[in-house]
């Protein structure tokens, strides 16, 4: 069973992907590869195209957020399967039996319904579930049970507390990781939402002023960091990023560059009050935000790595 979840602006302009349909064909290997059953996004052209390109014998399964996606309509009255959201709730379906499988409360890796990626990640997940013969109580179970913390998926919205600042550690590098992440960040307490942000220096540079721009439009307050130069000189990428920063809020007080991460996390920390929520992005490791955390606050350092044993 093979999974495609949507096709977004990334890795452009490396290994002779250009466009984002040059991606999409990187992608569909995993679609073209499948035996027994696709499961593509239904609101994503790029993932629906894929389904002409699948072996024959492959069940195309669509899923969406939408419960009126007209793809994913089509597809049940033509007698296929598929998984939507629909009343906050996962529902899967054929063409004559719609199941509502559980409610998104239900599952801790959406926080209350909050982070919407992980909604969509637990659809595609019912539906290659449903492809590869699980019942529905497994499928429920599975999704109740799993939790994004540090110990079963790291650097996957992982949420900590340090003395009352709800931090957000995750892997995002991208616009669209950005734009999600900081749009559950926002929803989860009412304080201001600072961010400590970067990118690997091999993007295009275009791609690196549009992640400036997805931040700066959604973080209160950013502090710019040096991830991996990557064949740039060092702070380059650094500074494309606030560039993107300042077309969208001009030269600002809450705009900050810090080239090195340690340093970076303990301004971010600096800057947030109790009730705040810290988003530290694109870390290669949660050693090293506990590192950076252990120079000032030793025992807040000790409770996170505690977690993460």
Sequence with gaps: VGVVLNVAGDHLGLDGVDTIEDLAQVKAVVACSAAK????????????????????????????????????LQHLEDGGRGAYLQDNAIVIADGTLHQELMRVEAMPSTFGGRARYNIANALAASAALMASGFSNLQIADGLSTFVSDSKTNPLRTNVFDVRGVTVIVDYAHNPAAYAALAEMARALLPGQLVGIVTAPGDRRDSDLVQIGEVCGERFD??????????????????????EGIEKVVGPSDTTHREIEVDKAIRLGLSLCRAGDVLVFACGSSLKTFIDALRVDEPESADRMEAQTV
């Excluded at 502090?223 to 650094?238: L, N």
């Design 37 to 72: 059953a696709v499961v593509l996004n239904a609101e994503d052209a790029l993932c629906v195209a894929m389904a002409r390109r699948a072996k024959p014998d492959a069940e195309i399964i669509y899923f969406a957020m939408d419960a009126e996606n007209p793809i994913l």
């Design 221 to 242: 307050e950013l502090v710019v960091y040096e991830s991996q130069s990557r064949g740039r000189e060092v702070g380059g990428a650094v500074d494309l990023i606030i």
